[in-house]
């Protein structure tokens, strides 16, 4: 299995722009975790789905941010318009209702850099 | 909610030393424990676990975690460090669906 995609790596973006994360679960995984990790905050939570519906989106920092997981196999987050505070590193992660006692599975992050 | 504590964000010893890292955690309910490693530049990957059973547990890399649940603690130690050790280090809970992650422990071995 390739693990948690995320697209991009990296993203550069000037504040005021729209900015789209991406990431593929794991084939078969019906819990996707996103999170923000930050020198400040550290990793935090900001949303989760459970068999592609939106469970507990208390994390999302406001309405700027939003999340979308239109089927099993990929999901979004979208900030709009980004401000340079959202500068972070956004992880995804994966698991299922009898895999999660194992841990998550994460993919490689998106480095957003909003200047 | 849950919460994990992790004290001593950063830890800064030579290769040979022994290393614990400190992790408190507030759940009420039944708990899964977790340490993962970030390598510079890297993803979280799972060092170990535990959810039942011995309460001394054994991860990759000669990592090891107690749980004490009298403590509410999922101390890490690992006897004899070397410099690829060096990377952060976060514990975890995992209550209600989600995994709560403590600030993270930024380890730096010395060669």
């Known amino acids: 299995d390739a693990g948690v995609i995320q697209s991009p790596r990296h993203e550069v973006t000037e504040m005021g722009q729209e900015v789209t994360l991406r990431c593929k679960p794991i084939?078969?995984?019906?819990?996707l975790f996103w999170y923000r990790q930050t020198m400040m905050r550290g990793l935090e939570l900001l949303i989760y789905?459970?068999?592609?519906?939106?469970?507990?989106d208390s994390g999302m920092p406001e309405d700027r941010f939003s999340a979308k997981m239109p089927n099993a196999s990929f999901s979004t987050l979208k900030i709009q318009p980004s401000e340079p505070r959202d500068s972070a590193v956004y992880f995804c992660?994966?698991?299922?209702?009898?895999?999660?006692?194992?841990?998550?599975?994460f993919g490689s992050g998106t480095r957003l850099t909003v200047v | 909610a849950q919460s994990v504590s992790q004290h001593n964000h950063h830890v800064i010893l030579s290769e040979a030393a022994s290393l614990e890292l400190g992790c408190n955690y507030s759940?009420?309910?039944?708990?899964?424990l977790f340490w993962y490693v970030q390598y510079p530049g890297q993803h979280l990957q799972l060092l170990l676990k535990?959810?039942?059973?011995?309460?001394l547990v054994k991860g990759i890399k000669g990592f090891e975690a107690e749980f004490i649940k009298s403590k509410f603690s999922f101390n890490l130690r690992k006897p004899s460090v070397q410099w690829s050790d060096t990377a952060e280090y976060f514990c975890?809970?995992?209550?209600?669906?989600?995994?709560?992650f403590g600030k993270g422990n930024q380890v730096v071995v010395i060669p």
């Open positions: 975890a809970v995992n209550g209600n669906n989600r995994l709560a």
């Open positions: 084939s078969g995984h019906d819990y």
């Open positions: 992660a994966s698991t299922t209702e009898t895999t999660k006692r194992n841990g998550y599975t």
């Open positions: 535990y959810f039942s059973g011995d309460p």
């Open positions: 789905f459970n068999n592609n519906v939106p469970i507990d």
């Open positions: 759940y009420g309910g039944t708990v899964n």
